[in-house]
């Protein structure tokens, strides 16, 4: 019967046919419980998705919290508690506080690049802030804490530079500018001695061009370092190698007029007295012109 049903509807209308008798079969089956379409598929062994509801916590009792773990020096359990707090309590005066806190955690914890990324954040948020000096003080010190030896690359020790410089530029009246401005003049002796360590290596290999180059930047940028009578001194030995007369004796005139009881100016001039010559500084050289009158400053 039903088959003479089919063969009378045509192609179009068996096909109709046949997908209303599907749904009919799969209609006649109970579904009770949590049973599903899925449930007939033998190898379906997906757990099922339980929307997890989380309570909603006080922000206070989460900033608590955090200063808790603060006082027992649980720095990465109180950074997790502030983050948690920015991230439920956002665009928030609890969010601004959370932030700061989560840096200062960060950087007590030794976690510099977490703590330069909070930082950050915080002062794109909140850059008129009364905690944004502080904020830029703890994202400098982050950087200055790995500050390698002169031995190795010194990127961290530019980048602790100028976020140092950056404090002092923007914030002159905060209490973190006097370590500021210490920590600066330490971080340009430290990038003036990687300096002086390449130069010294091209000079050991006669490569006297670069060493110059290398000697010239202490000389112009660093002056005010320790490095500078070691500088003055090479650039003579250099100048010198190269053949470079007028330049060795500026170099060595400068260095006596500003160190003139230095061992560096002692061997300077007896260098050039072996070539019978003396330093005399010549006032259109480039050593002569960083230098006012041929001194220091």
Not at 57 to 67: F, K, T
Not at 80 to 104: G, H, R
Not at 212 to 241: C, D, G, P, W
Not at 250 to 262: I, K, Y
Request: charged fraction near 25%.
């Amino acid at each position: 019967m039903y088959f003479s049903y089919l063969s009378r509807i045509g192609r179009s209308g068996r096909r109709t046919a046949l997908l209303r008798g599907t749904v009919l079969v799969l209609a006649s089956f109970p579904l009770a419980g949590c049973d599903s379409l899925s449930s007939l598929n033998p190898f379906d062994k997906t757990e099922k998705y339980k929307p997890e509801i989380i309570p909603e916590v006080p922000a206070d009792q989460i900033y608590n919290e955090g200063l808790a773990h603060i006082d027992k020096r649980n720095y990465s359990d109180a950074a997790k508690k502030f983050d948690a707090l920015d991230k439920q309590y956002p665009y928030s005066q609890w969010s601004q506080k959370a932030l700061i806190m989560n840096t200062y955690a960060n950087y007590e914890g030794g976690a510099y690049d977490d703590a330069i990324s909070s930082a950050r954040r915080y002062l794109a948020l909140h850059p008129a802030s009364q905690d944004a000096a502080y904020a830029q003080y703890l994202m400098a010190m982050s950087y200055y804490k790995e500050v390698p030896d002169v031995s190795r690359d010194q990127e961290r020790a530019e980048k602790a530079l100028v976020a140092l410089q950056e404090l002092v530029d923007r914030y002159p009246k905060s209490e973190y500018v006097p370590d500021a401005k210490f920590k600066i003049q330490v971080l340009r002796d430290q990038l003036a001695g990687k300096e002086m360590e390449v130069g010294r290596y091209y000079l050991k290999k006669r490569n006297y061009t670069a060493a110059i180059n290398r000697f010239r930047i202490v000389v112009s940028k660093y002056q005010t370092t320790r490095h500078v009578e070691e500088a003055l001194e090479r650039l003579v030995e250099a100048y010198m190698a190269l053949g470079i007369v007028a330049e060795a004796q500026t170099a060595a005139a400068v260095l006596g007029h500003n160190f003139p009881d230095s061992q560096w100016y002692k061997d300077a001039y007896a260098l050039l007295a072996k070539d019978g010559i003396q330093p005399r500084e010549d006032t259109g050289s480039w050593i002569s012109k960083i230098f006012s009158g041929g001194r220091l400053g």
